[in-house]
């Protein structure tokens, strides 16, 4: 017998229809009721895939958010696609996006991240930081602390959602190794060995 988790891998358009009556549907948390008075009580393989968590936010309240997939993939083996060292922290991720966040709104509002539907769903980007970035723990500065080694170049595949003013980054994958495999038109911010940020995009 399969979980329901790998049932939805297999079946992307399964979805699970709540009819509760009063009693049940008071012993659900309040995001739970959120999700589905917004969805008409309908919970997809989305809701259950996109359960993002905040890893950082901004001063004016743009969130950084990293997914199931992704968080999953912060301690992988070499037989897995990973390095086969120590895990990714969560500040390494935070402070790859921090560096280039300025990068990323521009490009947003200049029209370089617009989204492409494939297979139904938004396409992702890809940001790749060839450098360490240490933050140090007495100041919100982010400082330049030399190159990575080829092999722990780390990698994020990501979707940017804007609401009005408001603007959430979801991260769908990480990655730590030379290459990771992606098309080119995802390509969008790359952190040189030497800090600069490279804007990469299809004209």
Not at 90 to 98: A, H, K, L, P, Q
Not at 172 to 187: A, D, N
């Amino acid at each position: 017998m399969i979980s329901l988790l790998e049932y939805l891998n297999r079946n992307k358009s399964f979805n699970i229809i709540f009819e509760l009556d009063e009693e049940s549907y008071s012993l659900l948390d309040d995001s739970f009721k959120n999700i589905l008075e917004s969805n008409n009580n309908i919970l997809s393989s989305d809701f259950i895939f996109e359960n993002n968590r905040t890893i950082w936010k901004s001063n004016d309240g743009d969130e950084l958010k990293i997914g199931d997939h992704a968080n999953s993939r912060k301690d992988r083996p070499i037989e897995n696609g990973g390095d086969g060292k120590e895990p990714i922290k969560d500040y390494e991720i935070v402070n790859m996006f921090r560096w280039a966040w300025n990068n990323i709104m521009d490009m947003n509002y200049d029209g370089k991240l617009e989204k492409v539907i494939y297979n139904g769903r938004p396409s992702s980007f890809t940001i790749e930081c060839q450098c360490w970035l240490n933050n140090d723990k007495n100041s919100k500065d982010i400082k330049y602390n030399g190159a990575r080694p080829k092999d722990m170049n780390l990698w994020a595949a990501w979707l940017l959602e804007e609401y009005g003013t408001k603007i959430d980054i979801i991260i769908k994958t990480i990655f730590r190794g030379q290459m990771f495999k992606h098309s080119k038109s995802q390509e969008r911010i790359r952190i040189k060995a030497n800090g600069e940020i490279e804007e990469r995009y299809k004209i």
